[in-house]
């Protein structure tokens, strides 16, 4: 399915079903969310990155929270689904904003239950490891798409994830990226431990050589 939506690009990523809290204040892109308000139409986040714009979330405006007296406001909006963009302009006919051509993609939100128990588990051991609290957010309803922006991955792995398609693909990479992270940190604190013994006496049981009877 191809269309064409207005476009906000960002440096970051936003994902199918979370909810975004925006500070808008650039002129074109106060027209941008005037026009959503008005027209009830939806926009698109495409990430920016050193390739470019490629892939995207689009967003559906639900509150304009606040604004302010030199026409800036603040929104929340929320990720609908993810696209590949066929064609960008800096500017739509008539507005100061881009403009993109669509080609939306057929992302899976749900499922994959089978592996939830063992994400949970990845995280609170990453938690763990980081010697903080672990989210409220994670029970028995959350998707990958839920969980992603706590799981400290840098702009690139989540630009990554963005373009898996299913949900089973998306948990195994979140999966194996915190049993990493986990095992690194935890090294990390043992290599930290072993320096604070440095120049302090160290009490070791010397090893009983009694019972050992040498070869010839």
Request: hydrophobic fraction near 40%.
């Amino acid at each position: 399915m191809m269309r064409e939506i207005p476009m906000f690009p960002l440096e970051l990523v936003a994902f199918p079903t979370e909810q975004l809290a925006l500070h808008i204040f650039e002129e074109r892109y106060r027209e941008l969310i005037h026009d959503c308000e008005k027209n009830d139409i939806t926009f698109g986040i495409p990430t920016y990155t050193d390739e470019g714009l490629k892939y995207g979330t689009e967003m559906r405006l639900l509150r304009v929270v606040k604004r302010y007296p030199d026409g800036a406001c603040d929104i929340i909006c929320e990720g609908i689904r993810i696209f590949e963009i066929q064609n960008f302009e800096n500017q739509a006919p008539g507005k100061l904003y881009g403009q993109g051509e669509v080609r939306f993609l057929d992302n899976e939100v749900q499922g994959c239950s089978k592996m939830n128990v063992e994400l949970q588990q990845a995280f609170k051991n990453f938690y763990k490891a980081m010697a903080v609290d672990i989210p409220t957010t994670i029970d028995q309803n959350f998707c990958s798409y839920t969980l992603v922006h706590k799981a400290g991955l840098i702009l690139e792995q989540e630009y990554e994830l963005l373009q898996i398609l299913t949900e089973d693909e998306r948990v195994a990479y979140l999966i194996n990226y915190l049993n990493v992270m986990t095992t690194t940190l935890t090294a990390v604190d043992r290599a930290k431990e072993l320096i604070s013994l440095n120049g302090h006496f160290k009490y070791f049981d010397p090893l009983d050589f009694t019972a050992f009877t040498l070869k010839k």
